[in-house]
């Protein structure tokens, strides 16, 4: 067989293998489209080369034509890849593409007629083109489109990144030794010298500029290193059962070598798409890897901002709480000298009027003492004063004070302690005072009507406070949350004057006392009962 086919078909195989495993590797990407084109072309431009010496089927002038004729989408691919590449989808404008597809359209159709290559001389056995009227037309638009091609790579390179640049520098130098060497010896040598000798390489010397594009795309694409080799493998396996379909002496030798052939081919197709699969799971995963962490730092970065604004809320609820208490307690003064009667005697309606001041007074006191303390607690700056005492007298003379405000509402306050036991324990009694006030007022406030009625016991080595009332009772759904601040339960509908907070600092401070609260309800309108648990100190 002649060398010269084996060759040609070597390399064409080479070509539109390239072509094609960087087409499998993204099916939708525009720039792979584009080089599986230039491929495909390069591959029946260098065949019509080869048989325009070597002709079958047809005369030596039909496939010279066939080489103009393929030579012009081949340039105009280059062209259109070159101003697409490295971008998944079609860049170029419209207008320009439709102008350039015509044109492109109308030199190819020249082409096969005796416009621009009228027919062939033979000198000493070998053919001369002879030009026609309209090959200066040809070559004036292949010079153009190769000049545009160059120009745009060198304004692509000015403008590229790092990794983009030496994309760029590959596709350059192997675009300019390819057609530079097939200017020379494809049309010069061969127009001016009659010199066939060197289109028998000229897919050698495209092969550069293939190769070079194929280079780009896979620096640019970061293609896995387990998938270049897999395609290698698989490349040399089907080349070695080519090459035996070549050779092959007889019928059954060349059937068996064509089915080796055919074997490899699929089992390579089939093998390298399950390598690209498995490195797009792995692309896939180390952007979810990315995101993951990109997502993490955002949240870091949005904690923080949080942190910060929650840490000026605090510091805005302690100024503020801070410059309430100063007309707070002259309001309450001056109230409390206007009940005396330091002022004169007062009617019985005003009288009243100016009770229910002194109790709105009195309970915003409370409020803002308990956003003070809050604002403590957040900041660390809360100080407890630690000292053993009797629990039991803290309970009752609490509940003294506030029997004269149960009273007003209605509401029975009981206490039932044993009069046997003292029930010692180490804490701030001030502190625990406000635990106490908290709760039983909080009962105050969700109970119409009824009694409220506060129970301490011990338990072991522990001292348990009950306070349980049959007011508005708490749902199992919000029972879990009644401690966490500016919650207010299902009973918020029944005193919209409640803070939110009172119970929260509760929490906070038995923690600190290493003690526990909780609450326990059978459901709405069933009551509840909260618990105070604290450790008891024993003499």
């Not at 692309?283 to 901002?305: I, M, T």
């Amino acid at each position: 067989m002649n060398i010269g086919l084996i060759f040609t078909l070597i390399i064409s195989f080479f070509i539109i293998y390239l072509g094609a495993i960087t087409l499998l590797h993204d099916r939708k990407n525009i720039t792979n489209k584009l080089f599986f084109l230039i491929s495909i072309v390069t591959v029946l431009w260098a065949s019509c080369n080869y048989f325009s010496l070597q002709p079958i089927f047809f005369p030596t002038i039909f496939w010279s034509r066939l080489v103009l004729f393929f030579a012009v989408p081949h340039i105009f691919l280059f062209f259109l890849f070159i101003k697409n590449f490295p971008k998944p989808y079609l860049v170029i404008p419209k207008k320009e593409f439709f102008i350039l597809s015509f044109l492109s359209l109308f030199v190819m159709s020249l082409t096969l007629t005796p416009y621009i290559f009228k027919g062939l001389i033979h000198n000493n056995d070998i053919p001369k083109p002879i030009p026609g009227v309209m090959m200066p037309l040809f070559g004036f638009f292949i010079i153009l489109l190769l000049i545009f091609s160059m120009l745009e790579m060198v304004n692509k390179y000015l403008h590229a990144d790092n990794i983009e640049k030496k994309s760029w520098v590959v596709m350059l130098t192997s675009f300019s030794f390819s057609y530079i060497s097939i200017i020379i010896t494809n049309f010069i040598l061969v127009n001016i010298n009659g010199d066939t000798r060197f289109i028998l390489i000229a897919p050698l010397l495209m092969l550069p500029s293939i190769l070079g594009i194929a280079y780009s795309i896979k620096k640019y694409r970061l293609f896995n290193v387990k998938a270049i080799a897999t395609e290698l493998i698989v490349f040399i396996l089907v080349s070695v059962s080519l090459i035996q379909i070549i050779l092959a002496q007889s019928s059954t030798q060349l059937i068996f070598s064509f089915s080796i052939f055919i074997i490899f081919l699929i089992v390579g197709i089939l093998l390298i798409r399950s390598v690209y699969s498995e490195v797009e799971q792995r692309e896939r995963l180390e952007v979810l890897r990315l995101r993951l962490e990109e997502s993490n730092l955002n949240l870091e970065v949005a904690n923080d901002k949080l942190k910060g604004l929650d840490a000026l809320k605090t510091e805005f609820v302690s100024l503020a709480s801070h410059q309430l208490r100063s007309p707070l307690t002259a309001i309450k003064g001056y109230t409390s000298m206007l009940l005396e009667g330091d002022y004169g005697e007062i009617n019985p309606k005003a009288k009243e009027t100016i009770e229910r001041v002194m109790q709105s007074s009195n309970n915003l006191t409370l409020v803002v003492e308990d956003l003070l303390n809050v604002a403590k607690i957040e900041q660390g700056g809360m100080k407890y004063d630690m000292v053993k005492f009797n629990f039991a007298e803290l309970v009752k003379s609490t509940i003294k004070d506030l029997s004269i405000t149960a009273e007003k509402k209605g509401l029975k306050l009981t206490c039932k302690i044993s009069r046997l036991k003292e029930y010692f324990v180490n804490g701030d009694e001030d502190k625990l005072r406000q635990v106490l006030i908290n709760l039983i007022d909080n009962s105050m406030k969700y109970t119409q009507k009824g009694k409220i009625e506060v129970v301490l016991s011990d338990k072991g080595d522990k001292v348990v406070l009950q306070i349980k009332d049959t007011g508005a009772g708490i749902s199992k759904e919000t029972i879990d949350t009644i401690f966490e601040k500016f919650s207010r339960g299902d009973g918020a509908r029944l005193n919209a004057s409640g803070s939110g907070i009172g119970l929260y600092l509760v929490r906070e401070i038995m923690k600190a006392h290493n003690g526990r609260v909780w609450v326990e309800s059978d459901g709405i309108g069933k009551g509840s009962t909260f618990l105070v648990e604290i450790d008891e100190v024993k003499d």
